[in-house]
């Protein structure tokens, strides 16, 4: 069984950055993609950011791309999102997420276990 912790949110003003994490428990991330999605209230979960299983391959919703970068630390299996020039449309609950594949995926239904979330919130 697999566990992920995200931490790293709270209240930024706009323009401001977070670096959110994930820790992985159970089972190692090394072998399989990761991504980081987020849900704002009223509206449905979106794709934020996914990187393959050895960071070769990383991929952005439009949205963030050039602001939010994606990263992971396999030895300690963590998974990051180093979040710059915050809007207050990047308000959301950020959830991290494992797939069982080697390739990252922008569905949030090709992904197997979900952590609890962590809240980022963006003031203007």
């Known amino acids: 069984q697999v566990q992920l912790v995200e931490s790293g949110g709270g209240l930024v003003q706009q323009g401001g950055s977070l670096r959110l994490s994930c820790a992985a428990s159970g089972r190692t991330l090394s072998s399989y993609a990761m991504g980081w999605f987020r849900q704002a209230p009223g509206k449905e979960r979106e794709f934020v950011a996914s990187i393959s299983w050895n960071s070769g391959q990383t991929y952005y919703a439009d949205s963030v791309k050039g602001r939010f970068t994606i990263s992971r630390d396999n030895a300690k299996n963590t998974l990051y999102l180093q979040m710059n020039s915050l809007k207050p449309e990047d308000t959301a609950v950020y959830y991290c997420?494992?797939?069982?594949?080697?390739?990252?995926?922008?569905?949030?239904?090709?992904?197997?276990?979900w952590g609890q979330g962590t809240q980022v919130t963006v003031s203007s």
């Open positions: 997420a494992r797939r069982t594949a080697y390739l990252s995926s922008s569905s949030a239904n090709h992904y197997d276990y």
